[in-house]
């Protein structure tokens, strides 16, 4: 009874920054991006910009998979990989364009999402982490030795277009996902799955449709990763099963929503920002860049449990963008 | 095809060697230990390149890998883990999982890429059987060392305080500590008992097949499919796994060894996901 | 009377916010059984877990044999002679009957009586004995009881508290083990049980406490309470 009203009192104390405020604050920062890039050519920054809105994609949807359904992933490279050789496979062996390519890669990331979720929605926990990491090193396993894409020896992406595109397509796609995800969350479909995700058992009890839920945001991540993947390896232009399904995107994708602060709605934009810049430094020192990356993961999970953001919301007692998880208090 | 199951049950006790170590820190620490194939991997190291620097045959760097390995793991768990576990099993596995990363690449900083084997005069012998068939001397060794392995701890676990500690532990730690066992304690010494288990996975690895700096992953993914099969915390489980997954191997070949694992441990999810031996 | 074993002296413990026991203060007499009466959700449990260190108290003190043991883990407290019989027994299901009774005497200081103690307890429920090599998870809800009873006797304990050991069980085998509850008694071991049959207690008990929302609200011989007082006191009336 006392822990309820200490909850909603503290709900007041929140500052929500949300609605309008947070549209003007958005669309700003959209458009300064928009600007950095398209004034950049097919330089630098834009190629910084590509990878960020690539992997802010790809994080946002690994957030709402770990942070707002309780279903960790190891295995999000499964549909990265397999868009990636859609691109590779349309534009190479059948000569279409990339935008059949993407599109392709995008269904069959989605397809395989809704088969995968008949195997992993059966499993929970840890069993569902290894699961998914499972499959994707199945898949990695298989495409090393199957002919068709030309085993070990990779792909290469053909009709590439031009930088700039691919930068727009990113920037869009990213805007996309994480507008879907705040009105996801937003939506009673959100609020049935943060209850999902701290008692699954109590939710069920209150109606909450838990195998719709999680088959929902399990689709939609499945088709962001994909169309995310897609557009990275479009841009890569060669493609191999080695990094395609390799365990470092979840690598990356973990330690962006860590840092960021899991189940935090930004958290994974930050991350996203602190990871890439760290990224670009640490492409100088070979071989040590996942060694430094671990231990600051490491170290933000003994000392920042919530992540930066996570933290600067505690420590504030405000909010980017509402839906918050209040378990764990 | 008698050939190859026998082969298959050889190369068991290997993976029930590698599934004890992820068996006990799952049963009784109740922790995923995603780095389980990298400290494999480190034992595979130790053994190879102990026994070229002090010419002497793999097997016996064992008296000095295990202990050094127990070490590590009961540090690694007062240090590190003990206090990560305060947060929840989530951040525990992520843990786990960035550690797993910095060993890999630590490896291949020091060890570089190249693959390494540990190659003794007995290599390729083998004891004929009746009927044209034969058991690879090298396999049969690996697979004694496994078994006698299994044994001593299951003679700890069983026989002596600590033991029963630890499986008091495992069963209900509020309970277990109203008989005086500390948890921290009895964690550390989990995962001592894991790594030393994986010091003998890792010479294991080292002298049947060559190994790289990456090789952890495909490793790890096989003792999880072990404890699938077996049932958390399960040591007799555990050897029916490590039976499952030498069949798999052996029948897969060396190029389809691998996929053939991972379809087996996939469809042991899909069927029983909780494991054939737990409750 | 003489100096208590046990002193508890306003101590409260509390769930994240919710406060289960807000202040509880009692006395427990060497050698005496002690009873801890309440309804539930009256914080009887939750007192008893503070006390043996499972769980920790945000303000008061615990005093056994004169020494400040507020907030000491259980670990440390059962090789001192303080020991608990958990609610719901909590076997280790996954070991023998024996295995569990071995599990008593691990503390450094009941290692050296193991062969007496065990003798002691199968004495005590014999059919134990008949079951030693039983796994404890097999056994009825009565004989893990008995486990976790003998287990505890195992520590060596000069004072048990006995969490609601008659939970759930027929009335035959409460009676059995209230017998040898008096038994052990006898032989000179200070006993705390927590009940919620207020008859019971206060027929085997010497002195009671009854506990209301997180309160003890009323202590005295069992002789001198009235069954009004008890009522009064057990329903908040």
Known sequence: MKKAENLSTRQHRIRVLGGLPMLIIGIVIVAVLAVLGLTDGSGNTQRILIKMCLYCTMACMWNLLSGFTGMTSLGQQSFIGVAGYSMAIMTATYGMSYVVGWIVGGAIGAVLALILSLILFRMRGMYFAIATWVIAEALKTWFNSWEFVNMGGGMFVRGRPDQTIIFVLSLVLCVVAIVLIYFLLNSKLGLGLTAMRDDADAASSVGVNIFRSKLICFVIAGLFCALAGGMYYLNNVSVYPTNAFGISWTVSLVFIVIIGGVGTMAGPIVGTVVYIALDEVLANFPGWSNIILGLIAILIILFLPDGILGTLQKKLHFEILSQRRFSKE | MIQTIINGIMLGGIFAILGVGMTIIFGIVKLTNLAHGEFVIIGAYASTLLANALGVDPILTLIITIPLMFVIGVVLQSVLINRVMLQGSEPALLVTFGLSIILQDAMLLLFSADAKKANVPYNSSTIPLPGGLYIPVLDLILLVISLVTILVLTLFLRRTYMGRAIRATSDDIVAASLMGVSIKKSYAIAMGIAMATAAVAGLCVGMRWTFYSSSGSSYLLRAFGVVVIGGMGSIPGALVGGLVFGLAQAFGGANYGLLASYIVLIIMLIVRPQGLFSK | ?237
Do not use: W
């Not at chain 3, 009671?208 to 005295?220: F, Q, R, T």
């Open chain 3, 1 to 237: 009377m003489s100096e208590p074993i046990l002193k508890v002296e306003g101590v409260q413990a509390k769930y994240g916010d919710f406060i289960a026991v807000e202040s509880a203060t009692l006395d427990v007499p060497q050698g005496m059984i002690v009873s801890v009466i309440g309804a539930n959700g009256a914080g009887k449990s939750t007192l008893m877990d503070t006390i043996a260190g499972v769980h920790k108290p945000t303000a008061g003190k615990v005093y056994f044999k004169g020494e400040d043991i507020t907030g000491m883990p259980a670990e440390k407290l059962v090789t001192r002679g303080l020991s608990l019989v958990p609610q719901g027994s909590r076997c280790f299901i996954r070991m023998t009957v024996e295995d569990n009774l071995i599990m008593g005497s691990y503390p450094k200081s009941a290692r050296g009586k193991l062969k007496e103690s065990l003798e002691r307890v199968y004495e005590l429920f014999p059919v134990l004995k008949q079951k030693r090599n039983d796994l404890s998870g097999s056994l009825s809800g009565g004989q893990r009881q008995m486990v976790a009873i003998g287990r505890a006797l195992m520590t060596n304990p000069d004072c048990v508290l006995f969490d609601e050991i008659s939970l759930g069980l027929a009335p035959t085998i409460i009676k059995d083990i209230y017998a040898r509850i008096k038994e052990i008694s006898a032989g000179g071991m200070t006993v705390v049980l927590v009940e919620q049959d207020t008859q019971r207690a206060i027929r085997t008990a010497q002195l009671c406490h009854i506990m209301l929302k997180g309160k003890v609200v009323l202590s005295g011989s069992s002789k001198e309470l009235t069954d009004e007082e008890i009522k009064k006191a057990y329903f908040g009336l």
